[in-house]
């Protein structure tokens, strides 16, 4: 049974910075794909990051770029959402979500985790 769960959500002021973790059981990390997404009240699912499991390579969509990093561990069976430069769009549930292919659309994903809320606020 595949599972995922994130940690790392809270409070923080703009400018801050926080580090999502996502632990996977049930799968070994290091062939799937891992995908970050967000969802604000009243928006749709977006997609914030994704890195692939061939060559690491990392996407990200672009008001992200240059403040969030993300990473894995595969001796953890990790990843991880680095978020710095935090601003109060930034403010959102974070889930972390697995499959073969990196996608920016959330149907193209089966595995998710509960989601943790992340809220940039002074």
């Known amino acids: 049974q595949v599972q995922l769960v994130e940690s790392g959500g809270g409070l923080v002021q703009p400018g801050g910075s926080l580090r999502l973790s996502c632990a996977a059981s049930?799968?070994?990390?290091?062939?799937?794909?891992i995908a970050w997404f967000r969802q604000a009240p009243g928006k749709e699912r977006e997609g914030v990051s994704c890195?692939?499991?061939?060559?690491?390579?990392?996407y990200y969509a672009d008001f992200v770029k240059g403040r969030f990093t993300i990473s894995r561990d595969n001796a953890k069976n990790t990843a991880y959402l680095q978020m710095n430069s935090l601003k109060p769009e930034d403010t959102a549930v974070y889930y972390c979500?697995?499959?073969w292919g990196c996608g920016w659309s959330p149907a193209e994903y089966d595995y998710w985790g509960q989601g943790t809320q992340v809220t940039v606020a002074s």
């Open positions: 890195i692939s499991s061939s060559d690491n390579s990392t």
């Open positions: 049930g799968l070994t990390l290091e062939y799937n794909v």
């Open positions: 979500a697995t499959d």
